[in-house]
């Protein structure tokens, strides 16, 4: 397959983890602009509440970059993240 | 977003009086008006079309859901297009870089990371981060960056003071199925103070990691998109 057509079907997950498996940074690469992507729009991402202070958030399919807002004072510990598949996630308003 | 950057167009504001803008730097940057966005500075047109292919409908196009949908993709369009430029930086033999300015309006196409944060309704005070400033503290203002650009080339730069020890773990994800594709973990020490690594995540360099001295550019991996 042509390397381009190859890229623009794949985002590259990348991560460092110390030697204790702490992460360390992690970082995400894309090969097009989004407008080029094929994303299926079919993922549905759900948010529920936990307490004051976290909120889960999963989808059922890859999402780009997730953004959480809120009137709330404060930020998030995560946000604009990208959750794939079957994937869970809490986010902390802190 | 257009529609609010054009003094004879009102739309988005739901029949306000149209601002006026004077032009300073290039682009009608400089407006008063009586709607809650007079106070912008530069237009977010270019980087919405440019990211996320919006035509001038998408950017006049009014109501909530459009407005909503406007608001994000400017953001975005600022965070990614930001995120590539300081990912070329880290990746040369730069010693910093600075965020100027550091707030500025939600919806603009300028480089600042918080909304102005004042007491008036909707605001935050302090200013909420915008997703550049998320991008700043997960991927690209670290001691430690990590990033992958053209032909599959990655480079990791360790500014820190300390030697890292510890492991790169790659997960490549199809877009259409969410799937991964394949992953690899990459073992890695590498030194403090500016040392750089380079990887592939394809070819025959997957799974090697080379080391250079801090002297040494990278600048060949990478296409800058904007």
Known sequence: MPHEIEERNEIVL????????????????????????????????????????????????????????????????????????????????? | MSAFLNPQNFGIHGFDDPDVCRNEYGNLNSCNGTNVWAERNYPCDSLVKKVFGASEDDLDDIGVSALQRQLYQCMMSQALLMKTEIERQRSTNSFGSLIWQLNENWPTGGWGVLEYGTDLPGQVIGGRWKPLMYFLRQHLFNDVIIACGDSFLC??????????????????????????????????????CGKVGEFATRSRLRNQIRIHKPLHFLNRIFQVAP
């Not at chain 1, 992507?37 to 970059?65: M, P, R, Y």
């Not at chain 2, 594709?181 to 990459?186: P, R, V």
């Open chain 1, 14 to 94: 990348i991560e460092i983890h110390d030697e204790a498996g702490f992460l360390v940074v992690n970082n995400f690469a894309i090969y097009s602009d989004p407008k080029l992507l094929h994303l299926n729009k079919n993922a549905k991402v759900k948010f529920q509440i936990l307490n004051d202070f976290q909120v889960l958030v999963e989808s059922d399919g890859l999402a780009l970059w997730v953004m959480l807002t809120t009137m709330v004072d404060g930020v998030f510990s995560e946000n604009a993240f990208i959750i794939s598949g079957n994937e869970m996630k809490v986010t902390s308003l802190g």
């Open chain 2, 155 to 192: 480079f990791v730069k360790n500014d820190g003071s300390d030697t890292l020890r510890g492991n790169i773990n790659v997960d490549v994800l199809s877009y259409n199925t969410s799937e991964s594709i394949f992953s690899l973990q990459i073992p890695i020490v590498i030194e403090g």
